[in-house]
């Protein structure tokens, strides 16, 4: 019988495409695996296939699929079912989907541009001759598109020769080598063969009685090294050093006299645990309560809202649970909204469950990723995966618990491209089918979270006390306008702050200094007209870097020299406005001259390991103070902070946005909750021109519940979430008028049938990126409405405008629930 496939193309495709199976390949396609097809004129891609069957398509002739390049099915069916939600609940392709979750070097396309690794070890004799045909003329040419080297060989399918290539390291897919990754290597020391006798040690010691350093040094690596017992242990270079007080020099000298040798070891994603594994902590009572709590909730829910305020110890909490899972044969998916808490939380799991944690976020390159991916899907490489939002289109098998931690925040939500998912979300979806639990962590729970664990959907734990008797910070607010009038103020810091932070360093303790706003300033103004310097592709004010000596766009990277005179009037007379993370370190560096300073915003942190560097370095009281951005308020642990500071409150307080407030609560709680977790009580200071605004008074009063009551009347009066839900749509076109006419006939069809539910069109408070301009315009219904009926009515009024020739142009960004 002829067989036919349905396959998940990656590209921007409404429905399946069905290809048919040529009688070599019959009963060898499986749901799952990747196959090599044709799509469009000339152009082939690695799809997945969906469904295999006989009945052949009536709308076109089916193409031959020409190659099959996995023996076995890459994508689960639990997978397939919840890349189906995502394309249909947030208003995109299966495709889109499909792009988003796999790993680039597992979704090759004939554009697809493959160079030269340059840590290929050379060894051609490994290499088929086409395979070898393909490394010759890419390090000729440096770099070759799928379809060049298609022609080179003469050949249609060279898909599986890449992914040959690719798996013996002989070739990079190109934006690989965009991420520049470099393996750690460590270097360890050893004895030579010839010093592995105890007579011959005994007559190095001899040998080494007027090298005391020396001496110092074997004695330690013999001791650290365990060689003489049954399980000896490989010896970093550093540490050996650092035990024995020794320098690189002393070393040297033992390698050259021939009693010891260095060696180079590459070092995994995560570390090997090597030493012995630490006991589980006794829970406190209020976490026990909890714990119990939480397996009650879940014999009737299968999501449970933990809300602990800062420093209650949830992640005990989670340990537990995680090691019920395990021991039950279950995995665990542990989701985070930053990088950067990836390190500190590994670093506190792997002293428990040693090398079966796993971490996948997109600061790993291609081939990493599908090593982890391979991994899961084998079901025998981790138990417990850490990461950020990708992390959840994981090939899971028996994914018993999802925790995701600070569940509020807003990086669980990605933005461009398609789909546009919000993790918390799609992450409850993917534990319905994957028939597991949820644990949503917080201290400062999203509005809609609370809501409705209050309507009892989401089960409810509360732990209202800090871990160990510990009191909530002191939080004090700074009044800016007070300071200004008696000429008090300092730079950006008022008098009281700046006290503070001398006391504080006085006492050997750390400080942690909050600005949402990374950057020296926000805007270069001339004096006497005016004029701020603007991006010549977006409508916004550029950006002023010191280290750079630039000013940015923060939207497109457009950058220009800071100008000596103003381009409107001439005038010398040019003034920074605003401060931001790079210019608070600066002030810091005058007033502070002997303190130790670090910055961690999104220009410091765009490596791989920069997070870990600087997390360490704090936590080592290496850094005194460290200036961040919104990054320094998710859940960080580190015991030595005694004092926070808010710099700047009302910039949050006065964001044009029905969330603003509940924002500015969350962010301030947060960063405040990073104040005297360990020992003594913390001081939190808040700099504002506005003390008395309620807001502040309930992050001064720890309120959380006089906060979520305030706002949850506000939202009802106003139709907002979580009484009414949003879509907003975003037409974008390069011509000005056409962004304009083409949203203004949007919502005349829209109104057809949703009538006072559409809202706008409007321009938004940027309203050109990167030349296209941009137009909103807002859906607001009602819950009890139907959102299957209201999404197909939109993409019919999407179709419509696109049929219209003057509009076809134009581009419709859908964003389901957007925040």
């Not at 469009?40 to 099959?68: D, F, L, W």
């Not at 971490?359 to 490489?381: D, Q, T």
């Not at 981790?382 to 990086?411: C, Q, T, W």
């Not at 009044?479 to 008022?494: L, P």
Request: charged residues 25%; aromatic residues 10%; glycine residues 6%.
């Amino acid at each position: 019988m002829t067989q036919f496939v349905d396959v998940i193309l990656p590209v921007a495709v409404p429905k399946l495409y069905t290809y048919r199976v040529p009688v070599e390949l019959t009963g060898f396609v499986i749901p799952g695996q990747r196959v090599i097809v044709e799509f469009g004129k000339r152009k082939r891609y690695s799809a997945i296939i969906r469904k295999v069957h006989g009945v052949a398509p009536m709308a076109y002739q089916a193409k031959y699929i020409e190659a099959i390049l996995d023996p076995l099915p890459i994508v689960t069916e639990d997978q397939f079912k919840f890349w189906e939600w995502i394309a249909t609940y947030y208003m995109c392709t299966i495709g889109e989907v499909m792009l988003a979750a796999l790993p680039s070097a597992l979704k090759l396309a004939s554009e697809t541009r493959i160079v030269s690794n340059p840590d290929f070890n050379r060894d051609y004799q490994q290499l088929t001759d086409s395979e070898y045909l393909i490394v010759e003329a890419i390090e000729i040419r440096n770099v070759l598109s799928l379809l060049e080297i298609s022609e080179i060989l003469d050949q249609k399918t060279v898909y599986p020769l890449i992914k040959s290539l690719l798996e013996k390291k002989a070739v990079l897919v190109e934006e690989e080598l965009i991420n520049k990754y470099k393996p750690k290597i460590d270097k360890y020391v050893r004895l030579t063969a010839d010093y592995t006798r105890e007579e011959s040690l005994k007559n190095v010691f001899d040998a080494l009685e007027r090298a005391p350093k020396q001496l110092e040094l074997l004695m330690q690596l013999i001791s650290q090294s365990k060689m003489f017992g049954h399980s000896p242990i490989e010896v970093k270079k550093n540490s050996l050093q650092k035990a024995a007080g020794a320098s690189s020099a002393q070393t040297a000298q033992l390698v050259k006299k021939g009693i010891i040798e260095i060696y180079e070891k590459e070092i995994g994603r995560i570390e090997s645990y090597d030493g012995s594994l630490t006991p589980f902590n006794e829970l406190s009572s209020q976490q026990a309560v909890a714990l119990k709590e939480i397996d009650h909730a879940f014999k009737s829910k299968q999501v449970c809202l933990l809300h602990g305020v800062t420093s209650s110890g949830k992640t005990n909490v989670y340990v537990e649970k995680i090691k019920e899972t395990i021991a039950a044969g279950g995995k665990v998916l542990y989701l985070l909204p930053e990088i950067a808490l990836t390190t500190q939380i590994i670093n506190r799991l792997k002293k428990y469950f040693g090398n079966c944690i796993g971490v996948y976020h997109s600061k790993f390159n291609a081939n990493e990723r599908v090593e982890i991916w391979n991994n899961v899907l084998s079901g025998k490489g981790y138990d417990i995966i850490i990461g950020a939002r990708s992390a959840l289109f994981l090939p899971f098998k028996n994914l018993d618990l999802v925790i995701i931690d600070e569940e509020h925040e807003n990086s669980f939500k990605q933005y461009d491209p398609n789909p546009r998912y919000h993790a918390r979300d799609a992450a409850i979806v993917l534990a319905n089918i994957s028939n597991a639990k949820v644990i949503l962590g917080t201290a400062t729970p999203s509005i809609e979270t609370y809501w409705s664990a209050n309507q009892g959907r989401f089960g409810h734990v509360t732990m209202k006390k800090r871990f160990g008797g510990i009191q909530l910070p002191e939080i004090f607010c700074a009044d800016i306008q007070e300071e200004r009038r008696k000429k008090k103020i300092k730079g950006v810091f008022t008098t009281f702050l700046s006290n503070a932070m001398k006391i504080a360093l006085e006492n050997g303790e750390q400080i942690i200094l909050f600005q949402n706003r990374r950057g020296y300033a926000p805007q270069w103004s001339c004096d006497d007209c005016g004029v701020v310097p603007q991006c010549s592709r977006c409508d916004v004010s550029l950006t002023y870097h010191k280290f750079q000596k630039k000013l940015n766009c923060h939207y497109c990277g457009y950058s220009i020299n800071p100008p000596s005179k103003c381009d409107a009037c001439g005038s010398q007379k040019l003034a920074m406005i605003g401060f931001g993370t790079e210019k608070i370190e600066e002030d810091l560096a005058l007033q502070l001259p002997k303190a130790k300073i670090a910055r961690m915003d999104l220009d410091t942190t765009r490596s791989k390991s920069a997070y870990q560097k600087l997390l360490a370095g704090f936590e080592n009281r290496e850094i005194d103070i460290l200036v961040g951005t919104q990054m320094v308020t998710k859940g960080l642990d580190f015991d030595n902070v005694a004092l926070v500071g808010v710099l700047n409150a009302d910039q949050m307080l006065g964001f044009p946005d029905f969330r603003a407030f509940e924002r500015a609560y969350q962010l301030m709680a947060q960063v405040s909750g990073r104040a005297g977790r360990k020992r003594k009580r913390g001081k939190v200071i808040i700099q504002t021109r506005n003390p008395n605004h309620w807001i502040i008074q309930k992050v001064i009063a720890n309120d959380y519940e006089a906060m979520y009551h305030q706002e949850l009347l506000e939202r009802k009066n106003f139709n907002y979430p979580p009484f009414y839900r949003l879509i907003q749509l975003t037409v974008k076109h390069r011509d000005k008028n056409l962004t304009e006419e083409g949203a203004r006939e949007l919502v005349k069809l829209l109104q057809v049938e949703l009538k006072g539910w559409v809202l706008g069109p409007e321009f938004p408070s940027i309203a050109r990126i990167r030349n296209f301009y941009l137009m909103n315009v807002l859906i607001k219904f009602d819950r009890k409405a139907s959102p299957t009926k209201i999404k197909r009515y939109i993409n019919d009024s999407i179709g419509k405008l696109k049929q219209n020739k003057t509009f076809k142009s134009c581009i419709v960004k859908v964003d389901i629930d957007p925040i």
